[in-house]
């Protein structure tokens, strides 16, 4: 049964970072595709924005424009986790952000339909 627990987030303010992190289990291959995601108040669930994407075998990544320079994610294969780092924070980046996942894949996805299993999802908030 896969699994996706996230940890990490809270408040900080503009410009100060944060990171989240995303402990996977069940998985026993590593053609994933791990994305993170995140829903601003106030937007549906249909709404998401993909920010971060890591193709697990390759190790391949891809960012949004809105935070491309300031966010890293990356992977610990020893430990099955994911993190994504997130530098110079601003008000706009607060949001509830999710990590997800899709087992079985050749490539970087970035839609999130495309994701089978999701984490619980962590508040990050930045004051201004």
């Known amino acids: 049964q896969v699994q996706l627990v996230q940890s990490g987030g809270g408040s900080v303010q503009a410009g100060g970072s944060l990171r989240l992190s995303c402990a996977l289990s069940?998985?026993?291959?590593?053609?994933?595709?791990v994305g993170w995601f995140r829903q601003t108040p106030g937007k549906e669930r249909e709404e998401r924005e993909g920010?971060?994407?890591?193709?697990?075998?390759?190790?391949?990544?891809d960012y949004a424009d809105s935070v491309r320079d300031r966010f890293i994610v990356s992977q610990d294969n020893a430990k099955n986790m994911v993190y994504l780092q997130m530098d110079s924070l601003k008000p706009e980046d607060t949001a509830m952000y999710y990590c997800?996942?899709?087992?079985?894949?050749?490539?970087?996805?970035?839609?999130?339909?495309?994701?089978?299993?999701w984490g619980q999802g962590t508040q990050v908030t930045v004051s201004s």
């Open positions: 069940g998985i026993t291959t590593d053609s994933v595709c």
């Open positions: 997800a996942a899709v087992v079985g894949v050749r490539w970087l996805l970035r839609s999130q339909y495309e994701f089978d299993y």
């Open positions: 920010v971060a994407f890591i193709y697990i075998a390759r190790g391949t990544t």
